[in-house]
């Protein structure tokens, strides 16, 4: 057996073996920060080497205990008490002085951000992020548990087994400037699970006003373990990277950008925690040769009315109707655009310029971005392997445009440079639908808007996170992850007969 040591100090030029066979040198910076007590972790599908300071291990492990501690004594927390949780959180989040004093500290985390140059599109309290966190809490007051409910039975001669969900344990979430989503993880409670989450520096005063005023208060008023829900108290990124690398984690959920959601996913997948996975957003629309005008200028339109993870990002466009389609799609980005006070930004995929106007390509426009107004031309070529850039625009709707072939030309050019996440087929032909929906890797296909790809909008169940198929496909359930779809199985058998044997 193999004699380990703690790792106490690290070498100029020292070396860490990746994947059985790959000699990975530890970065010089990394190395003259590196203490006792420190974690190197080095991911193999990123490449990354990273480093985890001994008081960002302790903040996550520490949180991971709180929640192990109290994932131990829900199952003598009862379905009544878990909805008056629900209740009371709502009510306090409805209470205006309670939301007031969330929405100064609010003030001053939105503030930071753009002195920061950061995006605030999902950050800012206000009265809309409100309403959606009480009606998504409120929606988990009555809704059904399977934990303790029998599944499925099998009957035997003299024995019987019933299949009970049951909770699946601790459910760490990562994301950054997003506040809402810490009313959303509290979803998990429902099925008796327990919570930690990490949230970025943009919105962590923010998190710890809606602990203090709200979610805290609500777990004692309903008797729930205080530290049912747990937040890890740091803006560094290395106490999320310490939280997924926790084996005691039974699911790790990261919401933010690509890269930071494709490190956090590496490491859970390193340390063999389940992870849901969404960080490369963006929907596609493609219109065929059969696809009305009117019904694509409205998908447009309507996909169009903010930025978010089920927007509109890229256009495909059957050659045989560009020449009636692409001045539809310019004037419904233009019109996208007037209702935000803005114009509109255009990617042209290369090779196909000629089916825009040369003007725009010479038009030069204020683009609204995270560190403020930027003067760029209205439209640019891009690469076709480009075309899996999600456009992060805070106020100019901004989108690709490709000529395709037909409708397997844009299939093929999605299942290869997509997120694989959202896509839509404009066209008439049933057919060519039934070729679409068979053929796109996408868990969320439709004939129209984009946006609709929600779970309270859609399935009426608050969303802890939304998963692409980047990664393959998920086990066992759809894209969205929801509180009623965290839970495992477990057998129970009931024998009335004695002498059963085998």
Not at 225 to 251: E, M, N, Q, T, Y
Not at 287 to 313: E, I
Not at 394 to 409: A, C, F, G, Q, W
Not at 439 to 457: E, I, K, L
């Amino acid at each position: 057996m193999a004699d380990w040591s703690r790792l106490e100090t690290l070498q100029p030029g020292a070396t860490l073996i990746v994947g059985g066979d790959r000699a990975v040198a530890v970065p010089a910076e990394i190395i003259s920060a590196f203490r006792a007590g420190d974690a190197i972790l080095p991911i193999e599908t990123t490449g990354e080497i990273l480093h985890v300071p001994a008081a960002e291990r302790r903040v996550a492990h520490e949180a991971v205990s709180r929640a192990a501690s109290a994932f131990s004594r829900m199952g003598a927390i009862s379905d009544e008490q878990i909805s008056r949780f629900f209740e009371c959180f709502a009510a306090r989040l409805e209470d205006d002085e309670v939301w007031e004093r969330v929405q100064k500290v609010n003030d001053r985390d939105v503030e930071d951000a753009r002195a920061r140059g950061r995006s605030t599109t999902r950050l800012v309290a206000d009265e809309t992020l409100r309403r959606g966190m009480i009606d998504g809490l409120r929606g988990w007051i009555d809704a059904p548990s399977r934990r303790g409910a029998v599944l499925e039975t099998i009957e035997h001669e003299g024995w019987n087994i019933d299949l009970v969900g049951a909770e699946l344990g601790i459910v760490a979430f990562v994301f950054e400037g997003r506040p809402n989503v810490l009313a959303d993880a509290t979803g998990v409670l429902r099925g008796g699970n327990t919570v930690v989450f990490r949230i970025g520096r943009d919105a962590l005063a923010t998190a710890r006003a809606l602990m203090e005023h709200a979610l805290d208060p609500a777990l004692i008023e309903a008797g729930l373990p205080k530290r049912a829900v747990c937040l890890i108290d740091s803006p560094a990124h290395a106490a999320g990277w310490a939280l997924f690398s926790d084996r005691r984690v039974a699911l790790a959920v990261a919401r933010g950008s690509g890269p930071a959601v494709a490190t956090l996913g590496g490491l859970a997948q390193q340390a063999g925690v389940p992870a849901s996975l969404h960080g490369t957003g963006g929907a596609w629309i493609v219109a065929s040769g059969r696809a009305d005008a009117g019904a694509f200028a409205a998908a447009v339109y309507h996909s169009l009315d903010r930025k978010v993870c089920n927007t509109l990002n890229v256009c495909c466009i059957d050659r045989t109707r560009a020449a009636d389609l692409v001045p539809v799609l310019l004037r419904e980005l233009a019109r996208a655009g007037e209702r935000r006070g803005q114009a509109f930004k255009l990617h042209v995929t290369a090779g196909d310029e000629s089916f825009v106007p040369a003007d725009l390509f010479e038009a030069r426009i204020d683009v609204r971005r995270a560190e403020g107004d930027v003067r760029e031309p209205q439209a640019e070529t891009l690469a076709e392997a480009d075309l899996g850039v999600e456009w992060e625009w805070e106020e100019t709707p901004e989108i690709s445009l490709k000529i395709v072939d037909d409708v397997p030309h844009a299939v093929d050019l999605f299942n290869r440079h997509s997120p694989q996440f959202i896509a839509s087929l404009l066209s008439d032909d049933a057919a060519e639908h039934r070729l679409f929906y068979g053929s796109v890797n996408a868990p969320f296909v439709c004939n129209g808007f984009t946006r609709w790809v929600d779970g309270q909008y859609a399935l009426r169940r608050p969303e802890l996170g939304l998963s692409n198929w980047q990664n393959g496909r998920l086990f066992g359930r759809g894209g969205v992850l929801s509180g009623d779809s965290v839970y495992t199985v477990r057998g129970r058998v009931t024998q009335s007969d004695p002498d059963v044997g085998r």
